[in-house]
């Protein structure tokens, strides 16, 4: 069975600067991939090329065997108009630092946007789907509320039930608790945990170091735009192998 | 420092002393408006000219012709400025510059002079058509109406673009890569997630714009468009009641400027859905994942 995302050999400048320096990753289904390393190492980067919100100017990434962004022709890849970029996207959940739920929409409509009006699903069916998402973050009595009604960590759960709706093959969490007060962000923790138990793919950019021990089937460090070393939890939190790896997790932790 | 030992505290009252600058400043206000309500009672107005004229067909025309003129113009200035805001921001240069021209060039030049090359194209072009198609006299076209509208609502397009380009710049980042991430094209995000929450910051300047606009459509009257400006000369022309006649049509533009104003409000008020309430709820009261169960 083919990964569901693939990196190969991926290459990000912005100017000169290159923020992802050859890098290769595959994540099966089912698998979940914690990302960690300093500030700057690129793995948000990686993310945002992952989901098509940034392009990459070398290599190639592709979602559950399709090549993002691109359409090949013999050796070259020409790029994808908007709209199929758009498709593609679909299958690529995303959940941000910051949330960003649309404010002017209630937080059903901020589950219903996607699969409603964007993949046209019938509406009542979405409705359903979308009341038991929220009912899995535990927020059914919030449907109504405005995104600025709601706590941080209440904001991210949303996020994440957003990202469900839309079905996706994969979701990828961008440092998902980093923007939240400390006692918030055990209730966004849990949710992603009975996520991952739930059999979702996911690739967590994080600092929560215990839960990528706790949840992570391979745990990725990511420094200076590059993969230094990857490895299960074990090896690389545990007990990391690599010198690098054991001083930033002596650090954090 | 006063020892309140020996104070009985119960009984210790505060006195609210007479507040003489208040006082003062609304004599002073009252007397101004004594002296001015006394100007207009002595001097040579004939008040009964406004009432009669303020409701008389030839001035309801008027002001017909400035309302129409008000929306049309704004309309044609918001579509033309809202497409023009987002070819500005466009990934394509030739957008951009295009943009970039229509806006220097069309606020750089008076209204005023505007609306008279508009009025006067026949002057240039004597006949327009499509490709050598559908050839009509520049003077049919170029009615007093169609010449003020595309010179009002053209140069107000130029002004709204910037308008709506900083309102387009207000919304976070974050809001078209959420819309992005659940699979919207960049032209449906910028339409049903940005714009709607620039909305909030657009609103008040452009009835600020709309108010503005009511206004200069006095402009046209110097085209022959019968808007309640040129409807009272035209009135004070045969009866020299020009003062009078004036006031009639303040009178129209202060009634239009209020209604305006009022759904100007309103407008504000639809478009912060969402914003106001902002987090009411304490975060203490912030329900856990119950459903989840204790992970």
Known sequence: MSPILQAVHVQKYYGAFQALKDVSLSVDRGEVVCIIGPSGSGKSTLLRCASQLESIDGGVIAVDGEIAGFRRSGDTLVPLSDGQTARQRQNVGMVFQRFNLFPHRSVLENLLEGPVRVQKRPAEDCRREAMALLERVGLTAKAASYPNELSGGQQQRVAIARALAMRPKIILFDEPTSALDPELVGEVLSVMKELAKSGMTMVVVTHEIAFCREVAD????????????TGSPEDMIVRPQNPRVASFISAVL | MQDLAGIDVQRLRISRPIPYRQVAASALLLAFLAFVAHAFWVGAIEWHYVSDYLFSAPILKGVRGTIVMTVCAMVIGIVLGTAVAMMRMSANPALRWAATGYIWLFRGIPALLQLLLWFNLALIFPTISLFGFFPVNTVDVMTPFVAALLGLGIQQGAYTAEVVRSGILSV?????????????????AMLTIVLPQAMRVIVPPIGNETIGMVKLTSLASVIQYSEVLRTVGDVYYANSRVIELLIVAGIWYMVIVTVLSIGQSYIEKYFSK????????????????????AA
Do not use: C, H, N
């Not at chain 1, 391979?218 to 070393?229: E, L, S």
């Not at chain 2, 976070?172 to 659940?182: L, V």
């Open chain 1, 218 to 229: 391979r745990v990725v460090f990511m420094d200076g735009g590059a993969i230094i070393a």
């Open chain 2, 172 to 188: 976070d980042r974050g809001q078209m890569e959420a819309a992005q991430s659940i699979g919207m094209t960049r032209l449906r």
């Open chain 2, 274 to 293: 969402g914003w106001g309430r902002a987090a009411d709820v304490p975060k203490a009261l912030s329900d856990g994942p119950a459903a989840m169960g």
